[in-house]
């Protein structure tokens, strides 16, 4: 079974800042997706960038990047230019790419705050 | 996208009782998922719910405590029957986009049961 592990329960960042969110997973298979959702105190899951497994090239939503390492199992998610809005709980997660519609298997999340 | 209308958004709940969670999407989906949110834990998926079949229940969770119907393929519904203090959680719906490359979710219901 895979699993998702985001070993930071808790970050801080000053506005402005950069700050990095960790993740790793552990899987055997070789079609997969990786997600982070952001989820604000309104309790809204809101997908902040995603990864296919088989581009090399890390995705870029804006502010918002990752470092994806396929030999490593690493997805780290960067937030530049950090704002307020970006506090929030932020989850990483991963789906196999092998069948269609199969669940999202979620890390413990990563609590974010940022400091004015 | 997919657009999910989850209702209701909070309830207060007396141990004992039922409630009924409703998920309404704007496009017909093949799978819906049932996720729960203990306080400060992360999402366990409950089930997934395929229309016209019963629905598939993950490890720890049982049909009778956690019944769901999927009348079609653009709604469905979640009860948490007999509650207790420890259902007290956020309950999710989710569905994929039609590439399975995106899951949306509803608001979420967060459940107390007093």
């Known amino acids: 079974a895979q699993t998702v592990t985001q070993s930071q329960p808790e970050m801080s960042v000053q506005e402005a800042e950069t700050v990095t969110l960790s993740c790793t997973y552990d899987?055997?298979?070789?079609?997969?997706?990786l997600f982070w959702y952001k989820q604000p105190p309104s309790r809204q899951m809101i997908l902040v960038i995603r990864?296919?497994?088989?581009?090399?090239q890390n995705a870029t939503e804006n502010r918002f990047s990752v470092n994806f390492q396929k030999a490593a199992k690493s997805f780290s998610l960067k937030i530049s230019d950090s704002q307020l809005g970006d506090a929030a709980m932020y989850f990483c997660?991963?789906?196999?790419?092998?069948?269609?519609?199969?669940?999202?298997?979620f890390g413990k999340g990563t609590r974010l705050s940022v400091i004015a | 996208s997919a657009v999910i209308s989850q209702k209701p958004s909070r309830d207060i709940c007396q141990r004992g009782t039922s409630l009924t969670i409703q998920c309404q999407v704007d496009?017909?989906?093949?799978?819906m998922f049932w996720y729960r949110q203990q306080p400060g834990q992360s999402l366990t998926l409950i089930a997934t719910?395929?229309?016209?079949?019963?629905?598939?229940?993950e490890s720890g969770f049982v049909i009778d405590k956690f019944p769901i119907s999927r009348p079609n393929l653009t709604f469905s519904t979640l009860t948490v029957s007999n509650m207790s203090p420890e259902d007290s959680s956020i309950y999710l719906c989710?569905?994929?986009?039609?590439?399975?490359?995106?899951?949306?979710f509803g608001q979420g219901t967060r459940l107390t049961v007093v």
């Open positions: 990864q296919e497994a088989y581009k090399q």
């Open positions: 989710s569905v994929d986009n039609s590439l399975n490359t995106e899951a949306f």
């Open positions: 997660a991963y789906r196999s790419g092998l069948s269609r519609n199969t669940p999202l298997v």
């Open positions: 899987t055997s298979e070789s079609d997969y997706y």
């Open positions: 719910a395929n229309q016209g079949s019963e629905a598939t229940y």
């Open positions: 496009s017909q989906v093949t799978m």
